[in-house]
């Protein structure tokens, strides 16, 4: 992390949180952990297209499909990501 960049901002109702990666880190966040103390945190993907496909594949095939049938899992992009909505293509 890049501890300059980072900011909190705390409301009456809500709390944010921005972090900034450090220079010489690349690639995108995958997940991150949350909670009141160490002992119970909480995990949260970032939406991916990855995470995504990953999610949906566990709902449409659990894992005692076989392999055949995880192999003609939907594909699955992520189109456009904002606070309030999310739009995936399923090919």
């Given at each position: 992390?890049a ?9 009456a109702?809500?709390a944010?949180?921005g972090?900034?990666k450090?220079?010489g ?9 949350f909670?009141?103390?160490?002992s ?5 993907l ?11 594949g566990?709902?449409?095939c ?12 939907p ?15 399923l090919?």
């Amino acid at each position: 992390l890049a501890s300059p960049e980072t900011s909190v901002s705390v409301l009456a109702h809500n709390a944010a949180i921005g972090l900034a990666k450090a220079p010489g880190s690349t690639g995108l966040w995958e997940k991150y952990h949350f909670g009141l103390d160490a002992s119970a945190l909480q995990e949260r993907l970032f939406v991916s297209e990855e995470n995504v496909d990953g999610f949906l594949g566990a709902v449409l095939c659990p894992s005692f499909c076989s392999q055949s049938a995880q192999e003609r899992r939907p594909s699955i992009e992520a189109l456009d990501v904002s606070e309030d909505r999310i739009q995936i293509r399923l090919k």
